[in-house]
């Protein structure tokens, strides 16, 4: 068989356009990159207006706060300053504070996730957490499957309510006194105590 032949060079010009578009690329990179180490990140956008590169993810900040809200139902009637509420267990969320933290990935908790969301801003839960909620007032079969506990087994509660926590993780000298992995503080209240009678919604803002 005849020997390939050999292939030719690059012209100059193209060898040069080469070293000065990878010059371009580390000098455009320096500032997306130190953001990405930085302390204080910030959205990349301002310093790459060309798109070349860029530091992605899926936020462009996290809060150092995380605020939980707690879902709890009772099968007493009236309520009273001192009737006793139940709390729903998620599979994934904070909720109790003794419960360790659950791994889950790459499995996608989607109900936990929004959750999530209606903590740091309620009005994003206005469309679906009160049906949500008239849901676990009728022991909805299938939605009582995406949740980890149901304290009202045998019978639907009379009254749901969600309540508004700031959860953090607990220090190694809390945690041994306590056996908790979250301490977590009342902010206040979410939805008001509704029955499939008394519908409520969460705030809007």
Same mark, same amino acid.
């Not at 060309?50 to 993810?57: I, R, S």
């Not at 360790?100 to 996730?113: G, I, N, V």
């Given at each position: ?49 060309? &798109? ?5 993810? $899926?936020?462009?900040? =996290? ?7 707690? =879902? ?35 499995? &996608? ?10 903590? =740091?801003?309620?009005?994003? $839960? ?15 079969? $299938? ?29 190694? $000298? ?8 979250? &301490?977590?503080?009342? =902010? ?18």
């Amino acid at each position: 068989m005849p020997a390939q032949p050999a292939l030719s060079a690059p012209p100059q010009w193209f060898a040069g356009l080469v070293v000065v578009f990878t010059a371009a690329v580390l000098l455009l990179s320096y500032w997306p990159a130190r953001n990405l180490l930085s302390s204080h990140q910030r959205m990349n956008m301002s310093f790459n207006p060309f &798109h070349l590169v860029n530091t992605y993810g $899926a936020f462009g900040s =996290i809060c150092r706060t995380r605020r939980e809200v707690v =879902i709890e139902g009772t099968d007493e009637s009236p309520i009273t300053e001192q009737t006793v509420w139940k709390a729903y267990e998620f599979k994934g969320k904070p909720g109790d504070p003794r419960r360790l933290p659950r791994q889950w990935a790459p499995y &996608h908790l989607r109900l936990d996730w929004l959750m999530w969301f209606a903590a =740091i801003s309620p009005g994003y $839960a206005l469309p679906w957490m009160t049906p949500f909620l008239n849901r676990l007032l009728r022991n909805d079969p $299938a939605t009582l499957k995406l949740l980890r506990h149901n304290p009202f087994p045998q019978s639907p509660p009379r009254y749901v309510r969600a309540q508004l926590y700031q959860y953090r993780f607990t220090t190694v $000298a809390e945690l041994r006194r306590d056996r908790a992995w979250w &301490h977590r503080t009342l =902010i206040g209240r979410y939805v008001p105590p509704m029955s499939l009678r008394k519908v409520a919604s969460p705030p809007a803002d």
